[in-house]
């Protein structure tokens, strides 16, 4: 029996494949949002921005609110759909 079903899954493979693929990937950016150095270097980044004069201080509150927002979103969301 298992060599039948391995025969008939066969043709499937490439899309094993690909959902495997798109799994890996998927963690890969989940691990890269969630990095707490990615937000510290990007609000670091926008720190010495600020000091340059590049970004007043209400652009600088925005671009925090927004780093700190899409931290934060993510994990929000995933609370929610355990729900």
């Known amino acids: 029996m298992g ?3 391995a025969i008939a899954k066969l043709p499937l493979a490439p899309v094993y494949g690909v959902m495997s ?3 890996v990937i998927q963690r ?3 691990q890269e949002l969630h990095n707490p150095a990615n937000t ?3 609000l670091e980044e926008l720190e010495e921005a600020r ?3 590049d970004v ?3 652009e600088e509150r925005e ?3 927004d780093i700190l927002e899409t931290r934060v979103a993510p994990a929000q969301m995933d609370t929610q ?3």
């Open 3 to 5: 060599l039948f079903s």
């Open 40 to 42: 510290r270097r990007q």
């Open 21 to 23: 693929l798109a799994e």
């Open 51 to 53: 000091a340059r004069g």
């Open 56 to 58: 007043s201080p209400e």
């Open 63 to 65: 671009a925090q609110k």
């Open 28 to 30: 890969q950016v989940e």
């Open 81 to 83: 759909d355990e729900s």
